[in-house]
């Protein structure tokens, strides 16, 4: 089945505790990407990745660290986390990303992150 | 950061009513996209909107691309329980990787 998973989906720890939410994707896309997910923000990007070893700033990138060394996984890391960064993540991959052509992008089931 | 801003932040219609919500930028989109998404789930594309003007239609929902380039609307007609969730509307500019999701609409039915 083609999907997009995360884990964990729920976290809560403590300020400064470093974490890590790993997203894997199983249809061979080649854009990845995170988001947040805040009452009354809708959905802003984190970071992004058009391919292995490339990404890229979101909107709200401070805080926040990815890497892309394989193609399937693209996690999220959080060196330092603190209290605003309690939120509703989703990982989400599509084909391709850019340009004019929308190619459909599949999220992922979501982390809800709690920090103290 | 660039947002799109919704309208309505939230409604409560009666089922079999129809709705109608939108999404507005202060910049030019090349394309609109609407998503849904579920109680305790990922958004799910609904509809994709290529150029300014068109109007395309998925079962009971519409969509419409503005011809300023700067909005989109859609419509649900008829809404049944299942309509329940938040809506989210996407623009998508060409040359950027960048992708910019609007506040949501939440759409409450009551049967």
């Known amino acids: 089945e083609a999907q997009v998973t995360q884990n964990p989906r729920y976290l809560i720890t403590v300020t400064g505790k470093k974490l890590t939410v790993t997203c894997s994707q199983n249809m061979n896309h080649e854009y990845m990407s995170w988001y947040r997910q805040d009452p009354g923000l809708g959905l802003r990007q984190i970071y992004y990745s058009m391919n292995v070893e490339v990404t890229d700033k979101g909107d709200v990138p401070e805080g926040y660290k990815v890497s892309r060394k394989e193609k399937r996984n693209f996690p999220l890391i959080l060196e330092s986390p603190s209290p605003n960064q309690t939120s509703l993540y989703f990982c989400?991959?599509?084909?391709?990303?850019?340009?004019?052509?929308?190619?459909?992008?599949?999220f992922g089931p979501g982390t809800r992150l709690t920090v103290t | 950061g660039q947002q799109l801003n919704q309208s309505p932040q939230s409604m409560f219609i009666q089922e079999g009513e129809d709705v109608s919500m939108n999404c507005t930028s202060s910049?030019?989109?090349?394309?609109w996209l609407w998503y849904k998404q579920d109680p305790g789930e990922g958004p799910v594309l609904l509809i994709a909107l290529y150029k300014a003007g068109e109007l395309t239609s998925n079962g009971r929902l519409t969509a419409q691309f503005g011809i300023t380039r700067k909005d989109s609307f859609l419509n649900i007609s008829a809404s049944i329980p299942s309509d329940v969730g938040i809506y989210f509307c996407?623009?998508?500019?060409?040359?950027?990787?960048?992708?910019?999701f609007g506040t949501g609409t939440r759409l409450k039915v009551l049967a």
């Open positions: 989400a991959s599509s084909l391709r990303g850019g340009g004019t052509a929308t190619y459909e992008q599949y």
């Open positions: 996407r623009g998508t500019t060409s040359g950027t990787y960048k992708y910019i």
């Open positions: 910049s030019i989109f090349n394309t």
